[in-house]
């Protein structure tokens, strides 16, 4: 188990203090209908526009390496929205098996055309698949959106499921950061210390990597 960096947060930030200081109870509200109000609707209660950028052909050779995936691989992005993160990993290695669960009706729906067949509606605590059925697993940004009950439970279910791991968690370690993440997401539930989730880790058995996403990492700060 080791802290993984991608530098998908290294990417130039723009406009996100303003934001997070301008979002109320009421853009938390319409961004939990996870519909087209929170993926395409104003940036103030979601993504503004969750449209494919290809951006992750950027960091996925990291990914692939590190992971040594190749066209035998079976890879499941777990919470993968529209399928971005597929679609550019297909791209990149041809042949590869790459599914996606996600909870997200919308999603889905309008998910990309050439990855939407392998794009299955579920549960991230449980996972149609058998025990280390899937080469990796890959959770950005998804599970913490639940609560600790739910977030344990789809920690232990990435350890049935996959043979190796990769989860970012929403984190901080001071109340400043504490606070400037809260004033920014909409959507996070389990947003807990740096310490505490590495004592969730070892409490629980979860030997998959990690990333930790604060506002420091996300320019918040």
Sequence with gaps: MGHFDTYYFKLKISKRKKIAKKRDITNRIIAWGLDKNYYDGKRINGYGGYNYDGRWKKFLPKIIKKYKLNKKSRVLDLGCKKGFFMKDLEDLVPGIKVYGIEDHYYAIKNSHPQVKKNIKFSEYYNLPF?????DFIFAFNSIYTHNLRNVIASLK???????KNYVVLASYENEKERN????????????LH??????LFKFIGYKGDYYFSTAKTLGLL
Excluded: P, S, Y
Aim: no cysteine.
């Design 130 to 134: 058998k025990n280390k059925e899937i």
């Design 157 to 163: 279910e990435m350890q049935r499921v996959g043979k």
């Design 180 to 191: 400037a993440f809260l004033d920014w997401t909409v959507i996070g539930t389990t947003i």
């Design 194 to 199: 740096k310490k505490d989730w590495l004592k």
